[in-house]
T-cell receptor, first 112, second 111 residues
Framework: GENVEQHPSTLSVQEGDSAVIKCTYS??????FPWYKQELGKRPQLIID?????GEKKDQRIAVTLNKTAKHFSLHITETQPEDSAVYFC???????????FGKGTSLLVTP | DVKVTQSSRYLVKRTGEKVFLECVQD?????MFWYRQDPGLGLRLIYF???????EKGDIPEGYSVSREKKERFSLILESASTNQTSMYLC??????????FGNGTRLTVT
């Protein structure tokens, strides 16, 4: 199936700084790339997604960019706040088109 | 609001026991999934189903089976639980126009 690589595995930033998490994928036919946020002890929840016909998408302080040629996409969080601290997962479609394959996650810590 | 409900939050079983993890969704979603979450390994797909009575293996199906007799319910079965199946299990569902939604997870410990 789709192979999704995610970097870095941990990221520590000061409150107010920006955070960037990057993912690469292997299947050039993949066309949907969501990002999930998982707070401690809670379920992963969708925060933003992008389809392959779009290069960038923004929602307040978060944005996702997609480079289809290079097969990578990134999550950008600006003006980080302590409540942004969580594990973030990127994902892409598998060959079946039904199931998502996830990266291994990035643990983001925002320190006051 | 989509609701994916997993019947147990915590479960402790003995090695060799048959274990059933139940999941129900209330949004009439066609697709249902079972993922396993382990530290450093992320979310790994065990099995998924895109229709009643249909099932497809994911990346790590060994030691597991599934059952989908009704559209809203997707069960994960450990035929003979082993200690290496101690993990967090996450059920999820999605529809044609609805993204993937997760349940709260079942933390299974096999002793």
């Amino acid at each position: 199936g789709e192979n999704v690589e995610q970097h870095p595995s941990t990221l520590s930033v000061q409150e107010g700084d920006s955070a960037v998490i990057k993912c690469t994928y292997s299947d050039s036919a993949s066309n949907y790339f969501p990002w999930y946020k998982q707070e401690l002890g809670k379920r992963p929840q969708l925060i933003i997604d992008i389809r392959s016909n779009v290069g960038e998408k923004k929602d307040q302080r978060i944005a996702v960019t997609l480079n289809k040629t290079a097969k990578h996409f990134s999550l950008h969080i600006t003006e980080t706040q302590p409540e942004d601290s969580a594990v973030y997962f990127c994902a892409g479609h598998s060959n079946s088109g039904y199931a998502l394959n996830f990266g291994k996650g990035t643990s983001l810590l925002v320190t006051p | 609001d989509v609701k994916v409900t997993q019947s147990s939050r915590y479960l402790v079983k003995r090695t060799g026991e048959k274990v059933f993890l139940e999941c129900v969704q209330d949004m009439d979603h066609e697709n249902m999934f079972w993922y396993r979450q382990d530290p450093g390994l992320g979310l790994r797909l065990i099995y998924f189903s895109y229709d009643v009575k249909m099932k497809e293996k994911g990346d790590i199906p060994e030691g597991y089976s599934v059952s989908r007799e009704k559209k809203e319910r997707f069960s994960l079965i450990l035929e003979s639980a082993s200690t290496n199946q101690t993990s967090m299990y996450l059920c999820a569902s999605s529809g044609a126009n609805s993204p993937l939604h997760f349940g709260n997870g079942t933390r299974l410990t096999v002793t």
